[in-house]
Nanobody, 116 residues
Framework: QVQLVESGGGLVQPGGFLRLSCAASGRISSIDSMGWYRQAPGPQRELVAALTTGRTNYADSVKGRFTISTDNARNTVYLQMNSLKPEDTAVYYC???????????WGQGTQVTVSS
């Protein structure tokens, strides 16, 4: 089992910044794939940023504004969000695909609201 605990959401004005964190514990590996998704009101969960061994991918809507990174041990994944826009408002979820069991694990979600 893998446990993911998110932190760092909140209310920010347009143009502002936030950094989300997702700390993992349990049966994790440094080569797990990691990512951040978001879900605005509605059924669709959107991939925001993904990090695999040596490669990062971003949704077109966040390129140049958001950065995904990890700590040295790859236990914690971060999402630095700059130049935030109202359309970035959503619940953000971290994801970790554990190489040891092939399962996807999800954080509890953290609300990000961009509003003046």
């Amino acid at each position: 089992q893998v446990q993911l605990v998110e932190s760092g959401g909140g209310l920010v004005q347009p143009g502002g910044f936030l950094r989300l964190s997702c700390a993992a514990s349990g049966r994790i590996s440094s080569i797990d794939s990691m990512g951040w998704y978001r879900q605005a009101p509605g059924p669709q969960r959107e991939l925001v940023a993904a990090l695999t061994t040596g490669r990062t991918n971003y949704a077109d809507s966040v390129k140049g504004r958001f950065t995904i990174s990890t700590d040295n041990a790859r236990n914690t994944v971060y999402l630095q969000m700059n130049s935030l826009k109202p359309e970035d408002t959503a619940v953000y979820y971290c994801n970790r695909r554990a190489i040891r069991d092939g399962n996807d694990y999800w954080g509890q979600g953290t609300q990000v609201t961009v509003s003046s």
